[in-house]
Structure formats: C-alpha cells, structure tokens
C-alpha cells in the first residue's frame, strides 16, 4: 500500500488516518504531535528479524524482532509511521521520550520502544486500569478478558477484528487491511481511556494506579534482561527427573490396581481410599467439582502415606512436563536466556503473576534453582522481606506482641510457642515440633482459620499432628496473646461482610462474593499490601539502578533478584536494602523496619538464595 491518507469507521464516526513512508511526511506529522498537548494514544505492530523469521512467535520477542509500525491517535487522526521506509527515527524518538502516551498492554510496547532507542516513555496503560476496575466490581475474573478486543466488545460496543494481528508484517508492500487494523487500534485505546478515567474516580484508584504505572518500567527492564539458564545442568536433572517418573510410575500403577493412569482413575481411586474426614477437606476444582488431583494438592498432603505414591509420581510428572524441555525451549535464541513475562494485577490481591514460564513458581530446592545463573563473570545478589506478610499484620492491627518482637529482633514463631507451651522462649529450639505449630497458628490464623481447618493446614503445610482439642486450645491462647490482630480480625470481617469490599493500603479495591468473602476479607489487605509493598521496592530499586551496572534478574513476591558484576556486589546489597526499607516506611511510615531485609548472594539462584 503506498503512503496516503484515509478514513477509518469506528464508533459510528469516520476518523482521519494516514499511512506514513516518507521521512518528509514523517517529520510534519512528527511536528503537528509535538505541539499536542494531552496524552497520546499510541500501539505497535512488530515483524520478525529477517533471520527469525521462521521461528515461531518470534514478532512477540523484542529480541528476535522489530517495530514495523508505530500508532498514534490525537483524538482527531490516527497516525500510521511505518519504520521499514522511515529511516530518520531521531525526531520520532523525541516525541515518545516528550510526550504522555497510553497503551493497551503497554509493557509489550515498551520493550519494543526500548530497542528502539527510546530511553524512557511515560506510559499508561488502559489494560492495568480495567483490571484494578473489574476487580473493584467483580467477585471473580471468570468470564473476564482484558484483551483490546474483548473490552471494544464489552465497553465500546464496537467490536475490532483482529484477523490482520496475525498476518505477515514483514512483507514491505502491507496491505490496506493491514493498515486500517493498525489505525484503529489506537483509537479504541484512547477511547477506553476516556471511559476508564470515570472508573478510576469513582473508585478513587489513583494512588493504586500510579505505582502500578511506575511498576511497569523495573518490570520491562528485568524482562529485557532475563535469567540465564545453565542447559548442561538443567538436562541432567531433566533425564533423573524421567528415570524417578518411570521408577514411580510402576510403583502406583501397582497402588492403584491399574495399568493406565488417568485423572479419572486417580478420582475414583481417591473416593474410594480416602477417610471421609480427610475426602471432607480434599481440594475440588472451580470448574467442574471434581475432586482436584493436581501436583500441588498432593504435595499438600504428602504427610498422608496412603496418597505417597500418587505425590512422588505428580512431582517428576510436574518436574518433566513444566520445567523439563519446556523451560529449555524457552531459551532465546539471540541473547541464550529466559525473558518470562510478568503480568501485573495478575491476582486479585494485586499479586504479579509469571507466565511463559512461570519462574515465579519454580520448585524452592536449591538443586532446582542453581540451573539459573547469570551471565558470564557475573553473581546474583538478592534480598527478601523476612515474614513480610505477618509484619503487614501488625502494622495494621498494630499489635504491641507482634511489633515489640521485631523491634526486639524476636523470633514470633518462638514466642507463640513458648506461650502455649509454658516454656521459656531460650526452651524452644528452631524445627521443633511446637514451633512449627506456632508457625502454623501464626500463618493460618492470620487468615482467620477454624480448628478443624487448621488441623489439615498444620499437617499438610508443617508436617504437625495437632487434635481438634488442642487447636481449640491453642487459637484461643494465641488470640489472647495477639489480642489487637484479633481485635483487628473481627472488625476487618464485619466491615467486609457487610460491604463485600476489601481494600490495600495503596487503595486497591477486591469486591467480595456474598458466598466466599471471609479468607479474601483477611487475604487482601495483607497480601495484596505485602504485593505493593514489593512493587513499590522494584520502582525504587529501578530508579537507583538506572545508568549503572546492575541488572534486574527476578521478583518472587517478597525476593528481588539483582545481576552484577562481583565488584558490585556491596552496592547491589545496599540498592536492595534501602530501596525495600524505604518501600515499606513509605507504606508505613511509622512501621518497625530492624531485621527487614535479608541479602545474600551467590554465583546462582540456588546459591544465593
């Protein structure tokens, strides 16, 4: 298609849209831009290096391919640059690095901006905001999209077609087609923004909003880096991960009495074995109600020696099919890494998720982690919040037990356990019993468990055997010894009850379902808090980092994991202290930070954690 100008339909209007090949008609267009004032609507369309061309999915890796087509709608024209003809790019950059931009799925466009030279861009980003919406206004995600094109549908009434997403972008001549797809996409951009800033004052999300916006750039630049993988390692593990599948799987089809194993069989087997005290707690999937025979429940109830066999063989097949050959084929074939994608407002609570792979969820063993490893030459240098979540806790219900035991640098499991016990704290030895009861009664409580469900959550989650008596008992000791979080409990579940809305600290809104709000009453304020608390110490870390040495290498919830050279390795110790201290005081001003932080490091993951 030769350049020229058109007119696109959308929203029952013809709007005004030119196609740009010349750097003449670049540098004009680029001008008009440069003296709006306002934010820029602004989306990509990318093309596989010539080399890559073949390799699937390559257009969505900003390393195996480039932007063909950059978008940008004033509220009167779309702009269409094509960069294959558009040769001078200086002024172009300009303009993304001068002026506000909003996107859909901007972190996408982001990366791609960043290779394309551009330092920085301040961008928004409508797929961010209809998430913290939708969350403030539906119990459950179940139904939702927030693609560009289900939300035309669902909010603008006016559905896009994204047929065109999927053709040959590399092609020079593009079709009209092609064109008028990409022009309208910037549109529906802009126009949900317009809508969703109503959203956003209604339920007063700024505050949330902002972080999740900061949020994105450490996110961008820790995906652009990626995590090394040390594939001579990861393969010796795979083949004895497959020599303790095939050794388990012979053992439970001898378990089970069949010669096939199947999730139907394993259901029928599991109703018919189980005691029904322990088939009442058994985990049943959202879907269909069937009983749930994922690897994750079984390594919840591992203690259960009739359901060992099953846990030892969920576990290879899980280490084999999740994060066998599937995490080596995730290897990048340009810079040899794992560039995993983060998502954000991926849980409810707000919450980042990992996908593509999930190295958010990668089994916690050192010799599973020590396959990461950073470039040549290089360390790891990481850092957790210590108990972050039952820190949160007594920040909100501000506990004098609690926070006088991180004031004093006490151990809280081994003051619950002294408590109940009768002994002096200096009796109670680290992995004993009675303080990984403690454990259990400080964690699960803090999510407002009941004696019978604390009985399971002790066994399978801390290998404690506790009779319901002795729960009882033990909850109403530890309620008397943590008073003000009890005090704070009740009211936190009274409020929710009544107005099925909980809330974080940055002001992010859950609606409740009216038949399952309690566990989320309790959940969200803490966890979803804990979670911004670390998107808040990415941002600062970010900005800290900028310019030097040091890389962003992975986030798991309450662990940022920082690349460096090993003479860095004080500064980067010191980037990540301050940036997570400073991170929780600016949540809790007042908050108690002694013992908050935990460095280490090592020449892989497994080693520094």
């Known amino acids: 298609m030769n ?74 024209q779309s702009y269409v640059f094509d960069l294959m003809f558009i040769k001078r790019r200086k002024k172009l950059i300009k303009l993304l690095e001068t002026k506000k931009f909003l996107a859909h799925n901007a972190v996408f466009d982001y990366k791609f901006l960043r290779k394309l030279g551009a330092k920085h861009i301040e961008l928004g980003c409508t797929r961010i905001i209809y ?10 995600d179940a139904g939702l999209s927030a693609s560009l094109e289900a939300l035309c549908s669902t909010i603008l009434k006016s559905p896009i077609y994204k047929d065109a997403q999927t053709s040959d972008w590399g092609e020079p001549n593009l079709t009209f087609e092609q064109v008028e797809y990409s022009a309208v996409d910037p549109i529906a951009v802009w126009e949900l923004g317009k809508r969703f800033k109503n959203g956003i ?82 985990p049943v999937t959202e879907t269909s109600g069937q009983l749930s025979v994922s690897a994750s429940t079984f390594s919840d109830y591992e203690h259960l020696e009739i359901v060992k066999p099953l846990t030892i063989f969920k576990k290879f097949q899980t280490l084999c099919n999740t994060f066998g050959d599937q995490l080596i084929n995730c290897v990048n074939p340009e810079t040899g890494r794992i560039h995993s994608d983060f998502n954000i407002c991926g849980a409810r609570t707000g919450r980042l998720s990992s996908s593509k792979p999930n190295l958010q969820n990668f089994p916690r063993s050192t010799i599973y982690r020590q396959v990461f490893i950073p470039a040549k030459g290089k360390i790891l240098v990481l850092a957790d919040f210590s108990q972050i979540e039952v820190r949160v806790a007594g920040e909100y219900s501000q506990d004098k037990v609690l926070l006088d035991a991180y004031r004093n640098g006490s151990d809280i499991y081994s003051i619950t356990a ?53 729960a009882s008992k033990d909850i109403k000791e530890f309620r008397k010894l943590y008073h003000s979080l009890r005090s704070w409990q009740l009211d936190q579940t009274a409020m929710c009850q009544e107005s099925l809305i909980a809330t974080t600290k940055y ?43 040091i890389k962003m290498f992975n986030n798991i919830h309450d662990e940022i994991v920082l690349e460096c050279s090993k003479d860095l390795k004080n500064d980067a110790i010191k980037v990540l202290k301050d940036s997570m201290t400073d991170a929780y005081l600016q949540c809790f001003p007042d908050g108690v930070v002694n013992n908050l932080v935990q460095p280490s490091w090592g020449y892989n993951w497994g080693e520094a954690k």
């Open 3 to 76: 350049e020229t100008t058109f007119k696109v339909r959308f929203l029952d209007k013809d709007i005004t849209s030119i196609y740009i090949l010349e750097d003449s008609t670049a540098d004009a267009c680029i001008k008009t831009l440069m003296e709006f004032n306002g934010t820029l609507a602004i989306d990509t369309e990318t093309m596989p290096l010539p080399q890559y061309r073949d390799y699937p999915k390559a257009g969505l890796s900003p390393h195996l391919a480039t932007i063909r087509l950059i978008q940008i709608y004033d509220g009167k």
């Open 131 to 140: 998430k913290l919406i939708s969350h403030a206004v539906y119990p459950t």
């Open 201 to 282: 004052n209604k339920f007063n999300l700024w505050k949330i909003y902002k972080l999740t916006k900061e949020a994105q750039y450490p996110i961008c630049e820790m995906q652009l880096n990626g995590v090394g993988l040390d594939v001579d390692k990861h393969t010796a593990n795979i083949h004895a991960w497959r020599d303790k599948l095939y050794a388990s799987k012979k053992i439970l089809m001898e378990h089970l009495g069949t010669t096939r194993i199947t999730d139907t069989k394993i259901r029928e087997w599991l109703g018919a074995n189980l005691d029904p005290y322990t088939l009442s707690f058994w």
């Open 418 to 470: 002294a408590h109940l016990s009768g002994k002096h704290i200096s009796e109670v030895q680290s992995g004993s019993p009675e303080r990984q009861n403690a454990k259990a009664l400080v964690l699960g409580l803090m999510y407002g468990l009941g004696a019978n469900s604390f009985c399971s959550y002790a066994k399978k989650g801390y290998g404690v055997e506790v009779s319901q008596e002795k």
């Open 507 to 549: 002001g992010k809104i859950r609606c409740l379902a009216a038949d399952n709000w309690y566990g989320s009453s309790l959940n969200t304020p803490i966890q979803g808090t804990a979670s911004e608390i670390n998107l808040q110490s990415m941002v600062n870390c970010y900005h800290k980092i900028k310019g030097t040495d």
